[in-house]
């Protein structure tokens, strides 16, 4: 591995014969076997595409999935989705219309096994896959059945060790679960959140990952940076906790960020995933911005600890948009290798 290497935080856009283009939740543009045939081959492009952008540790672009939570969920017994209740997300953020867990969870089989084997057949590079984590999931979903939170967290967490261990198997090199609802529920990261992501990565022989951020560059999570005032201080909270964690690597969001860069010294001893570019905005990095971003890390982070990233998934991102960005982020990379 470079110094610095590249990875994105893990979703690009699909393909406009895919998916309809530029919107989370995208319907599918193809059915039946056309439509497995499509994940296929967008699968390929993705990987292509980040390949040829000079990217490091490359992911499988989430194109065989509809939505982070929900492409996992789809496949766990136990969830009744036509029984929808509205809940308040990410601390009544916004209000979303969520399915119910009715009885014990279990998955019905493999959730990634056909992308990740072809991933892992197609390229040479690192690869890392994402799963939600399993307070995110339960950030997003009702509970007729188990009767406390922490208990259904659990229980996912259980589910998610299994897939992981079989994506272990398959090739995969860093398992990511994503935890947006980490900067939300502090007191609860600390309490059972970081337990119950140790059960996730519960005998993983690769590298495990968690990526925080702020969300995707949708209006609720805009309008709910504009009240957090100049500076981010909720990871204070949690970095302490997370440093002592068993997790590898943190993902987190540092361009255009109100997150002082100095609240990554408390996470001394973990790679840290430094979002470099911004998926909230179309305005593309030019290779200087990446490469100051990766100098202020390193004032704070050991230089060989530093992995360039994406703040968030750039899934409802242009795709032309996208790639620009793909490619600034490889060669901000690249001149911050040669500034060092
Ligand atoms: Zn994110």
Redesign the pocket.
Known sequence: MPLYPTTI?GSLPKPAWLAEPSKLWAPWRLAGAELDAGKRDATLLALKLQEDAGIDVVTDGEQSRQHFVHGFLEFVDGIDFTRKVEMGIRADRYKAMVPTVTSELRLKGRVHADEARLARAHTTRKLKFTLPGPMTIIDTIADAHYGDRVKMAMAFAGLLNTEARALAVDGVDVIQF?E?AFNVYMREVEEWGIEALHRAIAGLSCTTAV?I?Y?YGIKANIDWKATLGGEWRQYEQIFPALARSRIDQVSIECRNSRVPTSLLKLLDGKDVQVGVIDVATDEVETPEQVAAVIADAAKYVAKEKIIAGTN??MAPMRADIALAKLVALGKGAALARKKS
Request: hydrophobic letters at 10%; proline letters at 12%; one cysteine or more.
């Open positions: 935080a994503d947006p990526h951020c969300g968030c998934g």
